[in-house]
């Protein structure tokens, strides 16, 4: 059974660094693309960032480059997101999300919050 | 980037109506077009693939159509359990991007 498990989250100031870690169990993790979805409080999902397999390409959202980096370590099946300069408005449920052939999401974590305020 | 924009944003109907909800992307994205449901207090769960093909586990009341830049998820007789927010999320070009989302609700 394909398993996601997020944490790392918590309650930061702004300015300050957090990071992210997904535990990932039942499937062969170095074959497969991952990606962060992140979901305000009652809003909508965006889609934050994603890894190729071996991690040799990453993307990422307008709203979080060149402050966030997403990495992974196929020898532990977990997959981080290194998030600096935290804003108000990344505060947010993060979501684990595996992509199947690089396109749908078919495996969702729980989420962990980030809630960054002062 | 590519602008997902679903239609409505709301949508408040009686159990076994006919739900339509709309998705258009600012440019061609093919078939690259995917569905999610999620309940209050839950993670999205997938609905639709590649704008059509239907997911196993998933009733057959729930379908996809379109390609290029208009899609449509269609629930055909709803379900009180479906009341949910429904997103629409493409794959042709990162960075991938999702619509706002459309909620619905019983009457």
């Known amino acids: 059974e394909v398993q996601l498990l997020e944490s790392g989250g918590g309650l930061v100031q702004p300015g300050v660094s957090l990071r992210l870690s997904c535990a990932a169990s039942?499937?062969?993790?170095?074959?497969?693309?991952m990606t962060w979805v992140r979901q305000a409080p009652g809003k909508g999902l965006e889609w934050v960032s994603g890894?190729?397999?071996?991690?040799?390409?990453?993307h990422y959202a307008d709203s979080v480059k060149g402050r966030f980096t997403i990495s992974r370590d196929n020898s532990k099946n977990t997959l981080y997101l290194q998030m600096n300069s935290l804003r108000a408005e990344d505060t947010a449920l993060y979501y684990c999300a595996r992509p199947y052939s690089n396109a749908y999401f078919d495996h969702w974590g729980l989420g962990t919050l980030v809630t960054v305020s002062s | 980037e590519i602008v997902l924009t679903q239609s409505p944003d709301f949508q408040s109907v009686t159990p076994k109506d006919k739900v339509t909800i709309t998705c258009r992307a600012s440019q061609s994205i093919g078939g690259n077009l995917h569905w999610y449901q999620q309940k209050p207090g839950q993670s999205p769960k997938l609905l639709i693939k590649?704008?059509?093909q239907s997911i196993s586990g998933v009733p057959s009341r729930f379908s996809g159509s379109g390609s290029g830049t208009d899609f449509t998820l269609t629930i055909n007789s709803l379900e009180p359990e479906d009341v949910a927010a429904y997103y629409c999320?493409?794959?042709?070009?990162?960075?991938?991007?999702f619509g706002q989302g459309t909620k619905v609700e019983i009457k």
């Open positions: 039942g499937f062969p993790f170095s074959s497969y693309a």
């Open positions: 590649y704008a059509s």
């Open positions: 890894i190729t397999g071996f991690g040799g390409s990453t």
């Open positions: 999320h493409q794959s042709s070009t990162f960075p991938q991007t």
